[in-house]
Structures are given as structure tokens and as C-alpha cells.
């Protein structure tokens, strides 16, 4: 599932609006494979609320995909 360049652009605009703390969530679980446990003791947290908060961050950047793509078509 490989994005071209202009979808990276949109996703990398939507990423960058994310909070720092969001972007590591993201970071750990997605680009190191970390599972929920190992985030929520790297941050402090617990497991379900890593789970929740990366399921907000998931339609915080479908949200955000979708605006830009509906915006560019209008």
C-alpha cells in the first residue's frame, strides 16, 4: 500500500498538525512496531488509553485526508 508523492504530501501536512506527543504514539506503534504495552510504559501511561488516543489520532488524519482531497476537487 505505497502512496504517491502527492498523497505523502497530504499525509505529511496532516501528520505535522498532529502534537508532538501524538506523533511519537504514532512513531512507536507504526514505525517500530511497538505494541500498545511497551508504548504505554515508554510514555506512562496505559495500554487502553494508547489505543484510544491512536484511534482518535486514526480520524483526526482521515479527517484531515479527506478535507484536503474533497478541497482539491471543489
Do not use: P
Not at 22 to 30: E, F, H, N, P, S
Amino acid at each position: 500500500n505505497h502512496l504517491n508523492m502527492h498523497e505523502e504530501a497530504v499525509f505529511d501536512e496532516c501528520f505535522q498538525k498532529l502534537s508532538e506527543q501524538q506523533k511519537r504514539m504514532v512513531d512507536l506503534r507504526y514505525g517500530n512496531g511497538f505494541g500498545f504495552d511497551q508504548i504505554a510504559s515508554m510514555i506512562d501511561s496505559t495500554a487502553a488509553a494508547i489505543q484510544r488516543s491512536l484511534s482518535r489520532v486514526r480520524e483526526q488524519l482521515r479527517g484531515c485526508i479527506q478535507r484536503r482531497i474533497a478541497e482539491e476537487h471543489s
